[in-house]
T-cell receptor, first 114, second 114 residues
């Protein structure tokens, strides 16, 4: 595998379920990000991790719980979600102090909350 | 704070015609500028970036963009589009120091017609 991978690619869950999204990067980067992409809205940065430490939480509801066990893996734990949480969730990575600040994105997980 | 405006939500254009996708930004500090492309069911892919130096930046797939500091714009252009260019295009800015946070525009859907 190369680049940034995300699993699953599609997820349908009920409002009472608990599920997790997984992201893995094979680029040797030290920063990882979760974004939410909803129709007609800009990408929303949710969380930022640098060297496994969370450095940013953009007022994300507590029903979303991130976890970064190491610099290569990032999880997003989901519980008691709402239908409005249905969206494409994108993971990205970048070097910690990049010279060019490019982010590398995974293909996303399409989440549907019933 | 930074902001990005993509005025055109959709741009239809015939194959082999030129296209320009507009991006304006607002920032009180120095920024880097990016264009990303998102093909259906995929994550974002970097097209090109402006960091410093020449204001005309060339990217992949024949795209180019020009940084205009006085007009705070970073419009994307291609002289002759192909059907395969049909995708969503996102303009983004990031600060040049600090947390390197990205701000994305709402995206422009380019539809190339045969």
């Amino acid at each position: 595998e190369t680049g940034v991978t995300q699993t699953p690619r599609h997820l349908v869950m009920g409002m009472t379920n608990k599920k997790s999204l997984k992201c893995e990067q094979h680029l040797g980067h030290n920063a990882m990000y979760w974004y939410k992409q909803s129709a007609k809205k800009p990408l929303e940065l949710m969380f930022v991790y640098n060297f496994k430490e969370q450095t940013e939480n953009n007022s994300v509801p507590s029903r979303f719980s991130p976890e970064c066990p190491n610099s290569s893996h990032l999880f997003l734990h989901l519980h008691t979600l709402q239908p409005e949480d249905s969206a494409l969730y994108l993971c990205a990575s970048s070097p910690r102090r990049p010279l060019n600040n490019e982010q590398f994105f995974g293909p996303g997980t399409r989440l549907t909350v019933l | 704070a930074q902001s990005v405006t993509q005025l055109d939500s959709q741009v239809p254009v015939f194959e082999e015609a030129p296209v320009e996708l507009r991006c304006n930004y607002s920032s009180s500090v120095s920024v880097y500028l990016f264009w990303y492309v998102q093909y259906p069911n995929q994550g974002l892919q970097l097209l090109l970036k402006y960091l410093s130096g020449s204001t005309l930046v060339k990217g992949i797939n024949g795209f180019e963009a020009e940084f205009n500091k006085s007009q705070t714009s970073f419009h994307l252009r291609k002289p002759s589009v192909h059907i395969s260019d049909t995708a969503e295009y996102f303009c983004a800015v990031s600060t040049t120091s600090g947390t390197y946070k990205y701000i994305f525009g709402t995206g422009t859907r380019l539809k190339v017609l045969a």
